[in-house]
């Protein structure tokens, strides 16, 4: 009768190092899922900073996430972005509250809920603080002569060039055309160029 091989017994370490690895794999993969959907950003930072003690930066521990979806872009419900409490949380070079006052000024408005647009506006792990603040520089204190969505300027923005997250990643020109877009999509409007919006 011969004897079977016996299977090294794997110590605690070798146990603790291959469950670490997965629960790690699955805490980034997840982390990776949640930052895709605005809605769930700040809760996945949140569980995923209370997990790995990481720090959570000012923007995001003072808004949570919002209930409720947004409505598609370019529905013809907007709101309008001085309705509503800003939270005024820092980001960038601006407030919540100057960023929404601004674009208001300029005739931005948004087609999502206000707190959605505040939440966004207040996180730089978003493009809405870089574009805002962006587009607010290239309207250099003008209006346009109809209102535009700022949610809806971002997506065209978005299909067009790289997502920015800082103002000097702004490409000025693919923004021009998406807020072209934006006003065309809204108002069924052929303008040429940006300048031809303006007041």
Known sequence: MTEEPTKPKKTVLDLITGTTGQVTAVMIALTAFLTQVPELKNAGQRAFCAVVSCA?????AATGPTAGGSPASGSPA???PSSGAATGSATGTGTVAGR???LSAGGIDFSVAPEQMRDWLGNGLTPYPAVADALVALLGGKKLRQPVELDVIVGFYESRARSPRAVAEVDPEQLKAAVVSAY???HGASPTDFQSLLQ
């Open 100 to 102: 929404l006052s601004a």
């Open 78 to 80: 907007s709101t309008n």
């Open 56 to 60: 959570v930066g000012p923007d995001t």
């Open 184 to 186: 065309r999509e809204r």
